[in-house]
C-alpha cells in the first residue's frame, strides 16, 4: 500500500494517480481516506517505482506531497490484469489531526475559460464552470474526506452528461467535485430573472454607474465600474469607506499593466492558481478613477478568479472594483438574507446564485517588495493550506490571535492552519464570525483544541474568547514574541534570534503599550533589549484615529530620556494649523497626565510625522497615515535625519526628538515633503540597524526576524534589510505568514507548541 500525505484532496489527485497507473500498466485501486490518500498497487516493481516517484514529482498544480509511505497492503494484492480504480472514499478512522488538509479555493483555469467562451460548448457562459484542477474547494466542502456527497454540490444532481465525466477515468472531470452545467448545477437570478438574462440585468446597472452585490466564492462582493468617478463616490459614501484603497478586478494582465507596474513577482501572484489582490505602484493616467486608490501611490489589482468574474469583466470591457461585500468594520455577508439586510442602502441590485456558501472567505491580498512576496491577507486561494511549525505541538492547540486584521491558528503535529481573515474584532457581528470559523475548521480538521495560546492584552475580545474555552492549559504570548516568532517558526528556525517587531500597539508584559521592539528570542522565551521612547497617546484610541492629536503627543512628552525634547519654537506653524482648542486641551492633558498611556511605538512615531507634514490629520483606517507617509518618499533618495540612540533601564532606546526637531525645522524652512518622508524612512532604517548591531555586539546571535504591520512598507522593509545585511546578518521576513497582526495567531501557536514541548 502506498500512502501520501499532504494536500492531497480537492486538487484532482485520484484521478492524476488513474492516469499515471494506467499509463504504467499497473493493477489496483486508490481512494480518499481521512486526510491523505491511499492506493494499492500490483504490477512490474520497476513501474511500481516510477509511480512512487512520479506522485511527487508530476503531482496536479495545486497539490503538495510532503510524505510518501510505502507498506505492505491490508488484503490479498490486485488480481493481474483487474485493471486500476477509483474506490469509494474511506470512512474509517479519523487519521492524524494534522493530516486532515482543507484545500483551498483555486482561480478558473484555461481548459475552463476556453469552454466558457465558446459558442459551441454545452458550458458556453455558464458561470460555475470548473474542473479537477480548479474551482471551489474550502468555500464548499461540508466535511472530509472530500467527495461530492460531503459538499454543498449534493444539492444539485448531476445530469447524465455531467455524470459521464464524472465517472470517465480520462476525463478532466473524473471525479470533480464540484462539477456542473446549465442543465443541472447552480443557477444565478437577479429580481425575477435567472441564467444569462440574470446577468445581464446586472451588468447593465453597472454600465450605468451603479453598484451590484454579487454572490461570490466566499461572500458576496460589491462591483462597480473603476473608470466611473461618481459609482466610485457613491460606493465609497454608501459603504461608509471615505479614504481607504478599493482593489480593482482587471479582465488580463494586458489590462493589469495598464493599471499598475507589475515587475515579474506581481505577475507570478496575479497569475498563480490562489490569484490574490496585489498591491503595486499605479500607473500614471491610467484610466481608473482617481477615488479608488487616493493618495497612497499603490493599486490592488488582481485577475477574475471566477467564471463569473471572468463574463463580468468580457462584457463591460472595462476594470471593476471589486470590494468586500460588507459595511465598514462588518464581516463580509455570505447568505442572500443577511447580505440583502446589510448592503440593502449600498448594492442598487443583487446578482445572487443558489449554491450555498459554506464558509467565509475574502480575497487574499499579497505586495511584492522586490523579489519577496508579503502576504497582507490570508485568505481565499491561501487559507486554509497547513504551515509547518519548526516545533511540533505535542497536544491539539488553538491560538486565538489578536484584534486587528484577525486570524486564528490551529495546531497539531508539526502543523498549523490559519483560519480565515475575519477582520477587525471589534463587535459581536465580528465575534460571531470568528467563532463560526472555529468551528467549522475544528470539525473539519479533526484538531480538537485542549490548550488555548491568546494575547495578553485584557481588552482583546480573542482575550476574552481564549478566557471562556474549555482548556487543560492556556499560554499567553506577548504580542511583539508572537509576531517575531512567526517570522521564525515560518523559516523553521527553532531560535535563538534578534526579533525586531514595528507596529501600532501592543500590550507589553510590563502593562505599557509596546511598539518599537527589540527582542532576543526563541520559540519558548525573549527578552526586551531595545525599544523606542516612549510618548504620549493623548485620548488613548483618540490619538491613533487622529495622527495630529498623535504629534501633538511627541511635542508635548519626548522629555523621557532626559534629552532636550522639542523647542516650543518649532511647533508653532503647526499648532496654528490645528486651532487653539484642540492644542490647548491637548497640552493639559499631557501635562497633567490624564488619559495619556505611554507606547514605544514605531507605528504611531508613522502617525506623527506624517502629521507634522500636513498628509494625514484624521486617519479613516489604520495605517493611513503610514501609506500617505511612504507614497509621499516615492522614489526619492535621501540622508538621514538626526538621530539619537540612549541607554534606559539596561535597553537601547531611541529617541526621536532629535528626528522630530529636525522635521520642523526643515519643513518651516521649505524643504520638499517627499525629501523629509525619505529622510525619516531612511532614519529609521539607520537606527534599526545600528540598534540590532549592538544587540549583537553585546552576544545575540547574528540571525534578525523582521515582524510587525510597520514592515509591510516596501521602502523601510528594502532599506533596513539591505543596512542589516551590509552588517552580515542574516535577515527574515514572513512571507506566507502576514507580519501584521494577521500573522499573531501563527505565532501563539508556534510558542505554545515551544513551551509544551519544553513542560
Not at 490518500?37 to 496536479?60: C, Q
Not at 459603504?239 to 479582465?251: I, S
Not at 471589486?322 to 468594520?329: Q, Y
Request: hydrophobic fraction near 45%.
Amino acid at each position: 500500500m502506498i500512502t501520501v500525505s499532504g494536500r492531497v484532496q480537492g486538487v484532482g489527485f485520484r484521478p492524476f494517480v488513474h492516469r499515471l497507473a494506467t499509463r504504467l500498466g499497473l493493477d489496483g485501486w486508490v481512494r480518499n481516506a481521512a486526510g491523505r490518500v491511499e492506493m494499492v498497487v500490483a504490477g512490474p516493481p520497476m513501474a511500481v517505482e516510477s509511480l512512487v516517484g512520479l506522485v511527487r514529482t508530476e503531482a496536479p498544480r495545486t497539490a503538495d506531497v510532503r510524505r510518501v509511505a510505502v507498506a505492505d497492503p491490508p488484503g490479498p494484492p490486485p488480481r493481474p490484469g483487474a485493471g486500476f480504480t477509483v474506490r469509494p472514499s474511506a470512512r474509517t478512522g479519523t487519521g492524524r489531526p494534522e493530516a486532515r488538509e482543507v484545500p483551498p479555493d483555486v482561480a478558473v483555469c484555461e481548459a475552463c475559460l476556453r469552454e466558457l467562451f465558446d459558442p459551441a460548448d454545452r458550458r458556453h457562459r455558464y458561470p460555475f464552470v470548473n474542473c479537477a484542477d480548479c474551482g471551489p474547494r474550502a468555500t464548499v466542502v461540508e466535511d472530509l474526506p472530500y467527495d461530492r456527497e460531503r459538499t454543498v454540490m449534493r444539492r444539485f444532481p448531476l445530469c447524465a452528461a455531467c455524470a459521464s465525466e464524472y465517472t470517465d477515468p480520462a476525463d478532466r472531470r473524473f471525479h470533480a467535485e464540484p462539477t456542473a452545467c446549465p442543465a443541472c448545477g447552480p443557477r444565478l437570478a437577479w429580481e425575477g430573472l435567472t441564467g444569462d438574462a440574470a446577468l445581464r440585468a446586472a451588468e447593465a446597472v453597472v454600465a450605468g454607474g451603479g453598484i451590484v452585490a454579487v454572490k461570490g466564492l466566499g461572500g458576496f462582493q460589491l462591483v462597480c465600474d473603476a473608470t466611473d468617478a461618481g459609482a466610485v463616490a457613491r460606493l465609497r459614501a454608501r459603504k461608509r469607506r471615505p479614504a481607504k484603497p478599493f482593489a480593482v478586478m482587471a479582465a488580463d494582465l494586458a489590462g493589469a499593466r495598464r493599471l499598475a507596474r507589475l515587475p515579474s513577482a506581481a505577475l507570478a501572484a496575479l497569475t498563480s492558481p490562489a490569484a490574490p489582490i496585489v498591491l503595486a505602484p499605479a500607473r500614471p493616467g491610467s484610466c481608473a478613477a482617481p477615488g479608488v486608490h487616493p493618495g497612497t501611490g499603490l493599486v490592488g489589482v488582481f485577475l477574475p478568479t471566477t467564471p463569473l468574474h471572468h463574463l463580468l469583466l468580457r462584457d463591460l470591457a472595462r476594470p471593476l472594483v471589486v470590494t468586500s461585500g460588507n459595511r465598514s468594520g462588518e464581516p463580509i455577508a455570505v447568505d442572500e438574507p443577511a447580505a440583502r439586510e446589510a448592503l440593502a442602502e449600498v448594492a442598487d441590485g443583487f446578482l445572487v446564485h443558489d449554491r450555498p456558501i459554506r464558509a467565509r472567505y475574502d480575497d487574499s491580498v499579497v505586495r511584492p517588495v522586490g523579489r519577496t512576496v508579503l502576504t497582507v491577507r490570508r485568505a481565499r486561494g491561501l487559507s486554509p493550506a497547513p504551515l509547518a511549525l519548526p516545533v511540533a505541538a505535542p497536544r491539539p492547540i488553538v491560538a486565538a490571535g489578536a484584534q486587528l486584521k484577525h486570524t486564528f491558528a490551529l495546531a497539531a503535529g508539526a502543523r498549523a492552519v490559519l483560519g480565515p481573515h475575519t477582520g477587525d474584532l471589534e463587535d459581536a457581528t465580528t465575534l460571531d464570525a470568528f467563532e463560526t470559523a472555529y468551528a467549522d475548521l475544528s470539525r473539519l480538521t479533526g484538531i480538537e483544541p485542549r490548550v488555548v495560546a491568546y494575547d495578553p492584552h485584557p481588552g482583546y475580545l480573542s482575550t476574552r474568547w481564549a478566557a471562556a474555552r474549555p482548556a487543560e492549559r492556556r499560554i499567553a504570548v506577548q504580542h511583539h514574541h508572537a509576531h517575531v516568532a512567526a517570522c521564525a517558526a515560518e523559516h523553521g528556525l527553532d531560535g535563538p534570534f534578534v526579533g525586531v517587531a514595528y507596529d501600532g500597539l501592543g500590550f507589553g508584559d510590563d502593562g505599557t503599550l509596546w511598539g518599537g521592539e527589540v527582542l532576543v528570542a526563541d520559540l519558548v522565551r525573549y527578552r526586551r533589549a531595545g525599544r523606542f521612547a516612549t510618548a504620549p497617546l493623548p485620548g488613548g484610541p483618540a490619538a491613533v484615529r487622529r495622527p495630529a492629536r498623535m504629534a501633538l503627543g511627541y511635542l508635548y512628552g519626548t522629555e523621557e530620556l532626559g534629552g532636550p525634547g522639542l523647542p516650543p519654537s518649532l511647533a508653532g506653524a503647526f499648532e496654528r494649523r490645528l486651532g487653539p482648542e484642540e492644542v490647548r486641551v491637548v497640552r493639559t492633558m499631557v501635562e497633567r497626565g490624564v488619559n495619556c498611556p505611554r507606547a514605544s511605538s514605531a507605528g504611531r512615531l508613522f502617525d506623527a510625522v506624517a502629521a507634522l507634514l500636513g498628509l494625514c490629520d484624521d486617519a479613516s483606517y489604520e495605517g493611513q497615515a503610514a501609506v500617505a507617509l511612504e507614497a509621499a518618499a516615492g522614489d526619492e533618495r535621501a540622508e538621514a535625519l538626526p538621530w539619537r540612540l540612549a541607554r534606559a533601564g539596561g535597553l537601547w532606546v531611541y529617541d526621536p526628538a532629535p528626528t522630530l526637531a529636525a522635521v520642523l525645522d526643515r519643513a518651516g524652512a521649505g524643504e520638499r515633503t517627499g525629501t523629509l518622508a525619505a529622510a525619516f524612512h531612511r532614519t529609521l532604517a539607520e537606527v534599526t540597524s545600528d540598534l540590532v548591531h549592538r544587540v549583537v555586539r553585546a552576544g545575540a546571535p547574528p540571525t534578525v526576524c523582521l515582524a510587525g504591520g510597520c514592515f509591510q512598507n516596501a521602502r523601510l522593509l528594502t532599506e533596513t534589510r539591505a543596512l542589516l545585511r551590509d552588517r552580515g546578518l542574516r535577515v527574515l521576513v514572513g512571507t506566507a505568514v502576514p507580519v501584521n497582526d494577521g500573522g499573531i495567531g501563527y505565532g501563539q501557536a508556534a510558542v505554545a507548541a515551544a513551551r509544551l514541548r519544553e513542560t
